[in-house]
């Protein structure tokens, strides 16, 4: 198609950049990660959002090089951060097909190297989805990124195949709280509340995503989330709206 055409070209010609969305912590409302998002710097089109090529990427057999730019893209950015004492922890998403890749330990290996990039300043985001029905393989390669450095957070919980035992078993640092919960009405409260306490239990950091106004912040610092990401602090930013977000000089 059309689209895969272009797409293929933006790949040749490095139109594909990262935006930034900060992750705030509850209480004292500091800035203390933020999470990667990818969009494409069309020549004619401006920004693209990855609903739009995503899945074209995915169905052309393209995700794996542009998820593996995007790793690069991430850890050459956090190296640079870091070595300048801004030392926010970011988080970059990974794709089905990246995380089937039997090289995926050796590639995220090669770029920190590469990059010097400190691992501990990367958390990598997975879905549910990609958990299921594959034997033990999820955990060993969930277990390898963790001896790395790397740490792990579980993305859109709680609209997947949410299989509480994965929790138990897989080496999580991070719960992302879909924004279907976080948005919900105050009725259907109550399943938020249980798994803000699930992650309280299992020592879990909790982040809420899609917070978009001052009453869900409320509710959700109340029932025990530690983080918010969300419109109503930043939506993803390039990096240097971000840095002037930052130096509170937006
Ligand atoms: O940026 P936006 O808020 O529209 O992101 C939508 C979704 O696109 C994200 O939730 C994520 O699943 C996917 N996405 C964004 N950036 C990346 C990336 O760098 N790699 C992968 N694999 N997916 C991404
Ligand atoms: O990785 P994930 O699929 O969760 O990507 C985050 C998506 O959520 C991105 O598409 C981003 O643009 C979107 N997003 C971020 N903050 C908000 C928000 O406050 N409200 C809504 N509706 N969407 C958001
Ligand atoms: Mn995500
Ligand atoms: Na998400």
Same mark, same amino acid.
């Given at each position: 198609?059309?689209?895969?055409?272009?797409?293929?070209?933006?790949?040749?010609?490095?139109?594909?950049?990262?935006?930034?969305?900060?992750?705030?912590?509850?209480?004292?409302? $500091?800035?203390?990660? @933020?999470?990667?998002?990818?969009?494409? =710097?069309?020549?004619?089109?401006?920004?693209?959002? &990855? +609903? /739009? !090529?995503?899945?074209?990427?995915?169905?052309?057999?393209?995700?794996?090089?542009?998820?593996?730019?995007?790793?690069?893209?991430?850890? $050459?950015?956090?190296? @640079?951060?870091?070595?300048?004492?801004? =030392?926010?922890?970011?988080?970059?998403?990974?794709? &089905? +097909? /990246? !995380?089937?890749?039997?090289?995926?330990?050796?590639?995220?290996?090669?770029?920190?190297?590469?990059?010097?990039?400190?691992?501990?300043?990367?958390?990598?985001?997975?879905?549910?989805?990609?958990?299921?029905?594959?034997?033990?393989?999820?955990?060993?390669?969930?277990?390898?990124?963790?001896?790395?450095?790397?740490?792990?957070?579980?993305?859109?919980?709680?609209?997947?195949?949410?299989?509480?035992?994965?929790?138990?078993?897989?080496?999580?640092?991070?719960?992302?709280?879909?924004?279907?919960?976080?948005?919900?009405?105050?009725?259907?409260?109550?399943?938020?509340?249980?798994?803000?306490?699930?992650?309280?239990?299992?020592?879990?950091?909790?982040?809420?995503?899609?917070?978009?106004?001052?009453?869900?912040?409320?509710?959700?610092?109340?029932?025990?989330?530690?983080?918010?990401?969300?419109?109503?602090?930043?939506?993803?930013?390039?990096?240097?709206?971000?840095?002037?977000?930052?130096?509170?000089?937006?």
């Amino acid at each position: 198609t059309r689209l895969e055409q272009e797409l293929r070209q933006a790949l040749v010609r490095d139109e594909f950049e990262l935006f930034y969305q900060p992750r705030v912590s509850a209480g004292e409302r $500091r800035y203390v990660g @933020a999470e990667a998002l990818l969009r494409w =710097r069309h020549p004619e089109r401006g920004w693209v959002l &990855p +609903g /739009e !090529f995503i899945p074209v990427c995915e169905a052309a057999g393209l995700m794996r090089e542009l998820g593996r730019r995007a790793f690069e893209m991430a850890a $050459r950015q956090q190296a @640079a951060w870091w070595a300048a004492g801004r =030392r926010l922890k970011l988080s970059v998403n990974l794709s &089905p +097909g /990246e !995380f089937e890749d039997p090289w995926l330990l050796d590639e995220i290996e090669t770029v920190l190297r590469e990059t010097g990039c400190p691992p501990q300043a990367l958390e990598i985001e997975i879905t549910e989805s990609m958990l299921v029905g594959e034997g033990d393989r999820p955990t060993r390669v969930l277990e390898g990124m963790r001896a790395q450095g790397l740490s792990i957070a579980l993305d859109d919980f709680g609209i997947g195949y949410s299989h509480l035992a994965y929790l138990q078993r897989l080496p999580f640092n991070t719960l992302k709280i879909d924004r279907s919960f976080v948005q919900a009405p105050p009725h259907e409260r109550p399943l938020a509340e249980a798994i803000v306490g699930l992650c309280r239990a299992m020592r879990l950091h909790a982040v809420a995503e899609g917070v978009e106004t001052e009453a869900q912040r409320c509710w959700l610092e109340q029932i025990g989330v530690t983080e918010f990401q969300g419109w109503l602090f930043a939506p993803a930013l390039p990096r240097d709206a971000f840095e002037a977000l930052l130096d509170g000089r937006q």
